[in-house]
Nanobody
Framework: QVQLVESGGGLVQPGGSLRLSCAAS????????MGWYRQAPGKQRELVAT???????NYADSVKGRFTISRDNAKNTVYLQMSSLKPEDTAVYYC??????????????WGQGTQVTVSS
């Protein structure tokens, strides 16, 4: 009974910016790592960025310096600020969270995905 809901995707021109949000809700006791992954057509899903509850972050080399991940622990929400977007950033972006439920069961959860298209 945990749900991740993403928002903020869309169409943007090269060089533009977008901000993705992902809110976790339900029977949540705690959340450790939250992150973003993406999957382009014909390619495997790949890690974009992750952040721990303590604020440590990790980025794929392809997005370092352009994307910033952050989270609001009080709101169980993770954000991805994307700048200097390139056509190769086009993909479905998925939120992922490592959640321990109120039943003390721990598992990884995925959002439904949000499309980001970078094109002129």
């Amino acid at each position: 009974q945990v749900q991740l809901v993403e928002s903020g995707g869309g169409l943007v021109q090269p060089g533009g910016s977008l901000r993705l949000s992902c809110a976790a809700s339900g029977s949540i006791f705690s959340i450790n790592v939250m992150g973003w992954y993406r999957q382009a057509p014909g390619k495997q899903r790949e890690l974009v960025a992750t952040t721990t509850s303590g604020g440590n972050t990790n980025y794929a080399d392809s997005v370092k310096g352009r994307f910033t991940i952050s989270r609001d622990n009080a709101k169980n929400t993770v954000y991805l600020q994307m700048s200097s977007l390139k056509p190769e950033d086009t993909a479905v972006y998925y939120c992922n969270a490592d959640i321990r439920t109120t039943m003390r069961l721990r598992s990884g959860y995925w959002g439904q995905g949000t499309q980001v298209t970078v094109s002129s």
